[in-house]
């Protein structure tokens, strides 16, 4: 009997499982991706109507400009959308893989951070519709929103730390019960990530509370510009790869499962993982390079350093390759490539997510060309970037939170994710695979062509260049408009999972992957945190120590507000 039979699957090949989450638990999960669903509809929504300003398409009325609305985009989708939606897999999976439950205390600590996070999206979405906050999602300095704009998004990041210390905390508890084992993956990898958040996001919290906020009420009138700007990407660069963590749990650790394979190594994931704690931080200045303010050294050393945040994204790739690779050659597939048909291509669980990793080698190569400092002259400040955070950002990690969710929510709402719904989640993906390549790849052509970023539509004057770009925009337009479509109809099958498929008596199964037999024990030295904390911490000082002292001593007068909309 093969070991597929004696699992237990319902009418549509789902397996199920007597495992049930708590309801609290489920509560608290199924809250936070709910709010991402609101985020990402809201945020799809005024991307849209940017996109078409922006190609000529459509005039605004005089109460929505396009920064409006491009802040809208940015804030809900990148800040609002990936936080929750990340918020909420990490308590699943902690839960799942740990004690079976969060306690009490973890699930007081995951609400309060709930609820800071969500009064401070209210709190920054309401001035961002009423023009008080239409300074982009990066907030830059001297551009002034209303103070409490800024309010709201320092609550958004102290929430996120109240929920990271609850997920500290079942790990701790995890461990003062199992003395002297190695962690569950899962929880291994959640803890990493959230290493990283805390370290990266400290920084910008400095800057919005002790530098923008005062500045921002008026208690002093000028601010420094070079510093915030600094602080901000101490921040930015780690900000995503706390989205992309999350996507490599994904693929590291649910996958395997789904396409019926073990995950192929126990030590190479944490090994990815301590990478990314120690690299993702002391790059920021690679966004900066073509900004003034702190020396060339510096600036090629953090180039340097992004050359090594590279390389844990290549393990993955090899990884997750040889998972995919083990699995098929042990369903049958023969020859050099005949595993690659034995994987469930017809499970937009798996086939979601792939689409992602297959979107990550020509954006994860953009990001190369962006980070080399003679390039990034070319392309800076340019629509190669939009298009290439869309490849990323917009394809990587999102199609594979649109993966999770097609099991998440049936694990929560105990319904089936039928084969209908299954087939429209693969329509889906194909849509957003279209959209993207429409509007991504296309915006690297056009940012080539000098199209610039961050700029509401203008023929300039019909300058011959300008011009030059409008066939391109077009192009972009039409992708994303199918892109908008493809969000409708993912709002269709969440609303489906929510309250409409078919209940089920058992649960779906939460799908955690088994490490390989022949995989070694991980090295113990890869779960002391403390050496790799102040490794990285280490790595910061010596990327940043010297730039900012030099910015803070050169004593620069720093401005007044600016209010350009
Ligand atoms: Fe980036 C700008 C450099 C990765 C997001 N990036 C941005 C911005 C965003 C963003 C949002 O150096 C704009 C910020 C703004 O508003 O100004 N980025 C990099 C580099 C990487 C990189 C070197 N970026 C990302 C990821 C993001 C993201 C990931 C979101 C999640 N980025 C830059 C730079 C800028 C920048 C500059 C500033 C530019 C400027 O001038 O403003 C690397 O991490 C990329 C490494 C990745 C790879 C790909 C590995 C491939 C994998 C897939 C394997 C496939 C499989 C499928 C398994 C080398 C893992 C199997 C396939 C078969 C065929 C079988």
Do not use: C
Not at 138 to 143: A, E, I, L, V
Not at 178 to 185: M, V, Y
Not at 223 to 238: E, K, N, P, Q, S
Not at 361 to 387: C, E, K, R
């Amino acid at each position: 009997m093969s070991s597929d039979t004696l699992v237990e699957r319902d009418e549509h090949g789902n397996v199920l499982t007597d495992f049930n989450f708590e309801k609290e638990d489920r509560n608290l999960i199924m809250t936070h991706i709910g709010f991402a669903i609101v985020a990402i509809f809201l945020g799809g929504l005024a991307g849209l109507l940017q996109l078409m300003q922006r190609s000529g398409w459509i005039s605004l009325p005089s109460w929505l400009t396009y920064y409006q609305l491009l802040t809208a985009h940015g804030v809900l989708l990148v800040l609002v959308f990936t936080t929750f939606f990340i918020m909420g897999y990490l308590f699943s999976g902690m839960a799942r893989t740990l004690n079976g439950k969060l306690t009490p205390g973890v699930r007081k600590l995951g609400w309060i951070g709930f609820y800071l996070m969500a009064i401070g999206t209210i709190i920054a979405t309401f001035l961002i519709l009423t023009n008080e906050g239409t300074v982009l999602y990066t907030f830059y300095t001297p551009m002034q929103a209303n103070p409490w704009f800024y309010v709201g998004l320092a609550l958004l990041l102290v929430g996120s730390w109240f929920s990271s210390a609850g997920m500290f905390a079942t790990y701790i508890q995890w461990r003062r019960k199992n003395k002297g084992q190695h962690s569950p993956l899962f929880a291994y990898m959640t803890v990493a990530t959230l290493i990283l958040w805390i370290h990266a996001s400290l920084a910008v919290a400095v800057s919005v509370v002790f530098l923008i906020i005062p500045w921002a009420f008026g208690w002093v009138p000028r601010v420094d510009v070079t510093l915030t700007r600094v602080l901000f990407w101490y921040f930015g660069h780690a900000l995503v790869y706390f989205w992309l963590l999350p996507a490599y749990i994904y693929w590291y650790v649910n996958i395997p499962q789904i396409v019926g394979g073990k995950i192929f190594s126990n030590s190479l994931p944490r090994l990815t993982f301590i990478l990314l704690i120690l690299f993702s931080v002391p790059v920021g200045l690679h966004h900066q390079l073509n900004e003034p303010g702190v020396e060339a050294f510096w600036k090629f050393l953090q180039v340097v350093l992004t050359m090594m945040v590279v390389v844990p994204s290549l393990i993955t790739a090899f990884s997750i390759i040889a998972t995919f690779e083990l699995a098929g050659r042990a369903k049958g597939g023969k020859g050099l490539f005949g595993w690659l048909t034995k994987l469930p291509w017809k499970d937009a669980r798996f086939f979601a997510a792939f689409a992602g990793m297959v979107m990550f080698i020509p954006g994860g190569a953009g990001g190369i060309i962006n980070s080399s400092y003679q390039l990034n002259q070319m392309v800076h400040n340019t629509w190669f970037i939009t298009g290439h955070f869309h490849l990323t950002v917009g394809s990587v990690v999102v199609l594979t939170f649109f993966a999770i969710s097609y099991w998440l929510i049936p694990v929560m709402t105990k319904r089936v994710f039928t084969k209908r719904l299954n087939q429209l989640a693969i329509v889906q993906t194909i849509l957003w695979v279209i959209g993207m390549i429409l509007m991504g790849v296309v915006m690297h052509f056009s940012g080539l062509k000098g199209a610039p970023r961050r700029t509401a539509y203008s023929t300039y004057g019909d300058h011959e260049l300008a011009l030059s770009w409008l066939s391109y925009g077009q192009v972009i337009g039409v992708g994303g408009g199918i892109l908008f479509l493809a969000i409708v109809l993912l709002l269709y099958i969440w609303i489906k999972l929510l309250f409409f498929a078919p209940k089920s008596e058992k649960t779906i199964e939460y799908p955690i992957g088994v490490v390989r037999e022949k995989a070694g024990d991980p090295p113990p030295i890869l779960e002391r945190w403390t050496v790799w904390i102040g490794v990285s911490i280490a790595l910061s000082i010596i990327a940043y120590a010297v730039p900012i002292y030099q910015i803070i001593v050169n004593n620069d007068p720093g401005s007044i507000p600016f209010r350009s909309w």
